[in-house]
Structure formats: structure tokens, C-alpha cells
């Protein structure tokens, strides 16, 4: 196969959907001989800022002089994306001889992985043969079903944790909490973000079943920001017996500060004399995440984000209102069917002054006349058009010099909008 091929094959599986379970990617990893035991790994679960976090961890490792594995998801642009070793894309031959080496060996065991499975597959055979020092290992959806699971966190970071999945991981928070931390085993060290009351005791009930220490934002470490800007934000981390003033990252948020606080608590935390406060401080200034609040063009301006649940929004919306309180505001927003979109809407009305509602090319994508449907009290224009291209150009025909464009709702929605910027002359 060639590379196309290849591509073709892989993309071909997402028609087995989504099954949660071990069983196949622990067959195959068996055949394989194991290798995601082989690395020591810094593993993510949470709702949101999973990502953000692992991109964090992943550049204060490698400023550490470590060469570093990173497998994320979904991708952006290119599914390359989700598997890098120091911030470099797999090479497509690489991605022709796992597909191949994977295809080969699931037809030997008559097993059928899934789209995830395989990519999971491939990320932990990659690191291995490259001989990464350590592996950022984000969970895809839950933790205890994940394919992710099979690895052992040295460190395990819980990022803040919501609803969101609900179909396939329940409403019950402490359930999906359950799931989420499921991650944790012995040994390890936990590193836990802001939560609610019922997800905390999950956490803490987990740990101690373990036998694994517990580092939880807000207790035993302390994040303070003391600037924010577009172009980047401060802040000083204290835990126990460590005091770090003045870091600083470019990814903007205030949430992003605490993403930040888990990687350096999740870093520190290795006692790893690589580790300095001088790295970790070079790691979090170059780390970056495309597509979380990242500011495109002027005149007007743009601001595509990955916003895709209920709180990602009210983090969204609190960084407009923090950053951009008088600016009119246009919303360009295509959302999957499974979230919640009534709470949604009702919650971007008080920050929006026009809505073009869209149609990203997902199955799962909910058509432009329910998201208008949705928005029962907003009184504004609101335009439906179906496709993303189309929905940028009445964006910007709606726009003023002196406006902000805000492209949301989904992962899909922001991939497809990027693609467009890229190759138009939206971003100036």
C-alpha cells in the first residue's frame, strides 16, 4: 500500500465506530510483546484540557534534554497530528509500515480493532522503535476502557472533570469520575486539577485503593495568575517546598494557566534531575496547542476554539468578556448532535450579537436548524448555512474592521475553518 492506501485502510475502520473495551488492543499489544510497558509514561484523563496539559508536559520533557513520544487526539488537520516524537510528525513511511505491520498481524489474530484502537496500536509500536525517553499519553474518551489504559502511568494527571460523552460515560458525575480515574494504578503519583465535591472523593477513594500519592490544585499546590494577556499570561506556582515566580506561557485563558500548574506539579513531581526549574520554565514559554483560543487575521479579528461541552464554552465566553468586552461579536458555530446544545445557547445568547450556524462534514453534526432552534430567547440575526466556507464568507460580510469572529462548537468545525484560513486571505 501506499501512503494514500494506507490513509484509506485506516480511516476505513472509524465504520466499526466506538467501542469501548481492552480486550483487542491487549491481544495485540500482547503479540507485540508489550511495548507501552517499555516507556515510562506521564498518562491524562479529565473532560477538558487534556491536551493543552499533555502539550505542557511534553515540551517541559523534552527542554529537559529527553526525547519525547506524544499521542493525542483527535487531530486538526492531519492525522499525523496524533502521534510525535519531539513535536515532529510521524513520517508517512512510518505510517505505511504500522498500518501494514497492524493490518497484517489483526487478520493473523482474526481480530477487527477499531479506528482508535489501531491508532493507539501504532502510537505505542512508534515510540518504541524510535526509543523515546518518555511517552505523553493522552486518554481518548473515559479511562477504564480506553486502549490508552494498557499503559502504566509513572504520573497520572486528572484534569478537571464534567459532563460530557454522555451517551457512552452517563450523566452521573461520580461515575464518570469512576471511569476517568480508572487510569490510576500502582505505582504512581496522581495529579489532580480543580473539581467538584463528588469527583474529588472518586479520586481521592482511588488513589488510596492504589496506594498512589495525591497532588491536588488548589491543596497541595497553588497556581496564581499574575497577568493575562492575548499574546501570553504569568504565573507563580507554589507547592511543597517549591516556589516558581513569574512563569510564563503563550497560550491564552486563564484556564490554560492551570493546564500549565498540572504539567509542572505532573514534572516536578518525577524528581528528576533533568528536570529544573530553568526547563520547565523553557517548556511552558514554547509550548503550543493549535485551535484553543488561537487568535487569526485582523480587521476583523478571528478566534478559533475547540469549545465543544458546556464548560469549555463558559471558559470561552469568560475569556471574551475578560478580553474582548466591547466588541461586537459573530459566532460561526457547528456542534455535534450528543451535546448539550439547549444550555449551550442559552448560555453564548448574552455574548453573541450575530450567529451563522453550520454544518461541519461529520455524521454526527447537528443541522443548522436545530442549533437556530436552540437559541429560543435570542432575538439577533441568526443565518444557517451548511457549509463551513460558506459560512465563514457571510461571517466576514457581516463583520465590521472592528468586530471579532468566533469559529466554535467542535473540533471538526475548527479543522474545517482552518483549512479555509489557510488557504484564502482571511488571515491577515
Aim: glycine fraction near 6%.
Amino acid at each position: 500500500m501506499n501512503y494514500q492506501e494506507s490513509l484509506d485502510y485506516l480511516y476505513s475502520l472509524t465504520r466499526l465506530g466506538i467501542k469501548l473495551g481492552l480486550e483487542n488492543t491487549a491481544r495485540l499489544l500482547d503479540y507485540f510483546g508489550n511495548p507501552q510497558l517499555k516507556t515510562p509514561t506521564v498518562h491524562i484523563a479529565g473532560t477538558n484540557g487534556k491536551g493543552s496539559t499533555a502539550a505542557f508536559v511534553e515540551s517541559i520533557l523534552r527542554a529537559s534534554g529527553y526525547r519525547v513520544g506524544l499521542y493525542t487526539s483527535p487531530h486538526i488537520l492531519d492525522f499525523r497530528e496524533r502521534i510525535q516524537i519531539d513535536r515532529q510528525l510521524i513520517a508517512p513511511e512510518a505510517m505505511i509500515h504500522w498500518i501494514a505491520t497492524l493490518k497484517q498481524a489483526s487478520e493473523k489474530l482474526k481480530i477487527s480493532p477499531t479506528y482508535f484502537e489501531f491508532s493507539t496500536l501504532m502510537a505505542f509500536l512508534h515510540f518504541d522503535r524510535q526509543e523515546t525517553d518518555w511517552n505523553v499519553v493522552e486518554v481518548g474518551m473515559g479511562g477504564r476502557l480506553d486502549s490508552t489504559n494498557l499503559c502504566q502511568g509513572r504520573v497520572c494527571i486528572i484534569t478537571p472533570i464534567s459532563r460530557d460523552h454522555e451517551s457512552s460515560l452517563g450523566t452521573d458525575l461520580s461515575q464518570i469520575a469512576r471511569e476517568k480515574s480508572a487510569i490510576i494504578k500502582h505505582p504512581c503519583t496522581v495529579v489532580c486539577g480543580s473539581q467538584e465535591k463528588e469527583v474529588i472523593q472518586v479520586i481521592q477513594d482511588q488513589s488510596r485503593s492504589h496506594k498512589a500519592s495525591l497532588l491536588q490544585l488548589g491543596q497541595d499546590f497553588q497556581v496564581d495568575i499574575q497577568s493575562h494577556s492575548l499574546q501570553s499570561q504569568v504565573f507563580d506556582f507554589k507547592g511543597p517546598k517549591i516556589w516558581y515566580k513569574g512563569l510564563e506561557i503563550t497560550l491564552a485563558g486563564r484556564h490554560q494557566s492551570a493546564n500549565a500548574g498540572l504539567a509542572v506539579a505532573a514534572c516536578t513531581a518525577l524528581a528528576d534531575p533533568l528536570v529544573t526549574e530553568q526547563t520547565i520554565r523553557q517548556g511552558l514559554k514554547s509550548a503550543g496547542w493549535p485551535g484553543r483560543m488561537e487568535m487569526r487575521g485582523t480587521n476583523p479579528s478571528l478566534i478559533l476554539d475547540c469549545a465543544h461541552n458546556l464548560d469549555s464554552f463558559k471558559k470561552l465566553t469568560a475569556f471574551l468578556s475578560e478580553l474582548f468586552p466591547h466588541k461586537r461579536k459573530i459566532w460561526v458555530i457547528g456542534i455535534m448532535k450528543d451535546k448539550p446544545l439547549t444550555e449551550i445557547a442559552t448560555l453564548i445568547s448574552e455574548y453573541a450579537d450575530y450567529i451563522v450556524a453550520t454544518l461541519p462534514k461529520n455524521d454526527r453534526s447537528t443541522p443548522p436548524e436545530q442549533i437556530r432552534n436552540a437559541f429560543t430567547s435570542f432575538t439577533k440575526p441568526i443565518d444557517l448555512v451548511d457549509e463551513i466556507p460558506l459560512a465563514l464568507d457571510r461571517a466576514y460580510q457581516a463583520a465590521d474592521p472592528d468586530d471579532l469572529i468566533v469559529v466554535t462548537g467542535s473540533l471538526f468545525t475548527v479543522a474545517e475553518a482552518k483549512q479555509v484560513i489557510d488557504n484564502q486571505t482571511y488571515d491577515s
